[in-house]
């Protein structure tokens, strides 16, 4: 009997000592997955921290900042002292959302957040006059985007059925629209104005009429720089 209380009292040790090991082994499972998650929800929002631009250091034209939650692009600015050295910030910005333009003050080493937007490529496909909105298609989801001639500008000029383009988004709105090449047009026209430094009113085959050089002429082909719309000369 003395034998058998032994062997049960050894059995009982061995049990509990198997149970503890268990426990411990699921514990420390438990806070290795406990910490990767901490750290893969660090990690998220690390990710999601926008980059900040400090003022007036890191403002260039065209940058676009959140300033109150309000997304804003920076069209222009002009930093000077104020009294006791205190630096501001005069700018010209342009509400995103709105397409409003307005003044805003900013403080010398003053952060805001940067606009994160997207560029897709797209289709130009048709003019709606109903709406009078350029029509363009997502190149790879073939979604259509509508786009009024503020947003389009001077592009509109030189769109034509099927030429692709870049449009920069924000969220779901269009901001504005890249030319991927310099457009190249023929002069149909050209009226000499008289003018002291040479140029000449220029009429190009798509109606638009801009000052150029006065060595061209008629059937002559042209470069446009699609960045300010002035001719670049010959081709």
Known sequence: RGKRLAIYRLVTLIALATWMLHCSSAFTSLSRVATRSALFQRGSVLKRNAAMCQVPGDLKRNLKILVDGTPFQ?????SKRAGKGVGITKAKVKNILTGATM?????SDSKYEICETVVKEATYSFFDEDTNDY???DSET???YP???DIVGEASDFLNDGLTVDIE????????LRLKENPVVKVVAVLNSGRKDGECMIT????VKKMGPSYLKEGDTVRINKASWRMEGRV
């Open 169 to 176: 988004f924000f969220g779901d709105k269009p901001l504005n």
């Open 74 to 78: 920076l069209l222009d600015w002009q």
């Open 135 to 137: 029509v363009f298609m």
């Open 204 to 207: 190009l085959e798509n109606g």
């Open 142 to 144: 073939f979604e259509t």
């Open 147 to 149: 786009m009024s001639s």
């Open 103 to 107: 003044e805003k003050t900013f403080s």
